[in-house]
């Protein structure tokens, strides 16, 4: 599967759960005007791909890092995950819908009987 039919499949799952998620669209080249008007919004290089919230026993946030089987994280996906988890926040990277799915249930184990 390639990553975009991997994050699709993904989001297919998480609707599934009843989870609230947004696609972070943060892909692609983008011309430096452009770029600069996005980060001063609040885009942020190495933004995971998915935020994934529930309020299954508590409200949680999970960034969710989708990759190719072979697919290595780039140093501004390492920092941001270092920022998300000096937070208290969970990150995760997930090559699959199954890894995705187990990453669910470690933030709400709840989620596991509603499969």
Known sequence: MTERQTTIAIAKMLRSLGCLFVHVPNEGKREAREAAILAAMGTRPGCADLVVMHAASRWATLFLEVKAAAGKPSPQQ????????????????????AEALEAVFAVWPELRSER
């Open 78 to 97: 390492i920092v941001f995950a270092h920022d998300v988890e000096r937070r208290g926040g969970h990150y995760v990277i997930a090559r699959t819908v």
